[in-house]
T-cell receptor, first 115, second 111 residues
Framework: SAVISQKPSRDICQRGTSLTIQCQVD?????MFWYRQQPGQSLTLIAT?????????ESGFVIDKFPISRPNLTFSTLTVSNMSPEDSSIYLC????????????FGPGTRLTVL | GQNIDQPTEMTATEGAIVQINCTYQ??????LFWYQQHAGEAPTFLSY????GLEEKGRFSSFLSRSKGYSYLLLKELQMKDSASYLC????????????FGKGTTLSVSS
C-alpha cells in the first residue's frame, strides 16, 4: 500500500477562520478523494480531487466552503473555509491503488475542532 | 438513494468467531470493501470482493453475494485488539470512483 501523510494531524481553530489540510502520497496515484467523518458517524465523501482540473464535489459540499487543489499526482490540499463548530470533524484523504483490486487506502486523518 | 446497512454494535468473547453482515441497495456495484477502524485512527483496508464467493485472508474472511446484495466479514479466533469499528463500503461505478460507506459496526471483544 502507499504511504499517505496528512498535515496537520489535529488542530483547534476559531470560528470564522480557515484551515488548509495537506495530503502527501509517496507514489503517483491517479485518484485522490477527501472524506469527512463527523463524531460517531461513518465516512462521507466531500469531493474527488482531480489533477490539473477542478475537484468534483458531492451533493451538499461546495467549492467556496471546501476548496481543493491537486497540483500533481502525489499531493492535494483541502481547505475548510469560514469554519463553524459544525465543521468539527476528522478529515481524511484517500488514494486508489491499482493493486489487488483498485483498493482505496486512507491517510491518518486530520482531527479538527472549531470553537 | 444509496442504502448500506450493518448492525450498529456486536459483542463477542476472545477466541470466538463473529460474523458482521452488510446488505446494500445501490444504483450500481463495482466492488465491496471492508475496513477496520480503531477509535481515533483512520480506516485500515481489510478486504475487497467484486465477484461472488469467499475471500480468505488469515483470521479474516469476506463473502459476497451480488444477487442478494449481501456481504459478511468473518473474524476468527477473536483477540482483544479486534475491538474496533468495521465499515462496509460499496464502490458504485468503475475503478477511480469513490466509496459509499455504511454507518459501521462497533465490535467489542471481551475476555
Amino acid at each position: 500500500s502507499a504511504v499517505i501523510s496528512q498535515k496537520p494531524s489535529r488542530d483547534i481553530c476559531q470560528r470564522g477562520t480557515s484551515l488548509t489540510i495537506q495530503c502527501q502520497v509517496d507514489s503517483q496515484v491517479t485518484m485522490m478523494f477527501w472524506y469527512r467523518q463527523q463524531p460517531g458517524q461513518s465516512l462521507t465523501l466531500i469531493a474527488t480531487a482531480n489533477q490539473g482540473s477542478e475537484a468534483t464535489y458531492e451533493s451538499g459540499f461546495v467549492i467556496d466552503k471546501f476548496p481543493i487543489s491537486r497540483p500533481n499526482l502525489t499531493f492535494s490540499t483541502l481547505t475548510v473555509s469560514n469554519m463553524s463548530p459544525e465543521d468539527s470533524s476528522i478529515y481524511l484523504c484517500s488514494v486508489e491503488m491499482h493493486r489487488g483490486g483498485d483498493t482505496q487506502y486512507f491517510g491518518p486523518g486530520t482531527r479538527l475542532t472549531v470553537l | 438513494g444509496q442504502n448500506i446497512d450493518q448492525p450498529t454494535e456486536m459483542t463477542a468473547t476472545e477466541g470466538a468467531i463473529v460474523q458482521i453482515n452488510c446488505t446494500y441497495q445501490t444504483s450500481g456495484f463495482n466492488g465491496l470493501f471492508w475496513y477496520q477502524q480503531h477509535a481515533g485512527e483512520a480506516p485500515t483496508f481489510l478486504s475487497y470482493n467484486v465477484l461472488d464467493g469467499l475471500e480468505e485472508k488469515g483470521r479474516f474472511s469476506s463473502f459476497l453475494s451480488r444477487s442478494k446484495g449481501y456481504s459478511y466479514l468473518l473474524l476468527k479466533e477473536l483477540q482483544m485488539k479486534d475491538s474496533a469499528s468495521y465499515l462496509c463500503a460499496v464502490r458504485l461505478n468503475q475503478a477511480g470512483t469513490a466509496l459509499i460507506f455504511g454507518k459501521g459496526t462497533t465490535l467489542s471483544v471481551s475476555s
